[in-house]
């Protein structure tokens, strides 16, 4: 399992952990994350984020 950062404000996505809060469960991996997500955080989009 990895974990992808979001390039703007620090924010880690653990593909161990998903986000439950935004409905992905624990085990999604990055790819299968809706490409509409965007950073619990800053508002960014998935695009900016790089695999840790």
Excluded: R, S
């Excluded at 653990?14 to 619990?40: L, M």
Aim: proline share 8%; charged share 25%; with cysteine.
């Amino acid at each position: 399992m990895a974990e992808y950062v979001c390039t703007v404000c620090g924010f880690v996505y653990n593909e161990e952990e998903g986000y439950p809060e935004a409905g992905i469960a624990p085990g999604t991996k990055w790819e299968d994350v809706p490409e509409d997500f965007v950073c619990p955080l800053c508002g960014v989009g998935k695009d900016m984020f790089e695999q840790a």
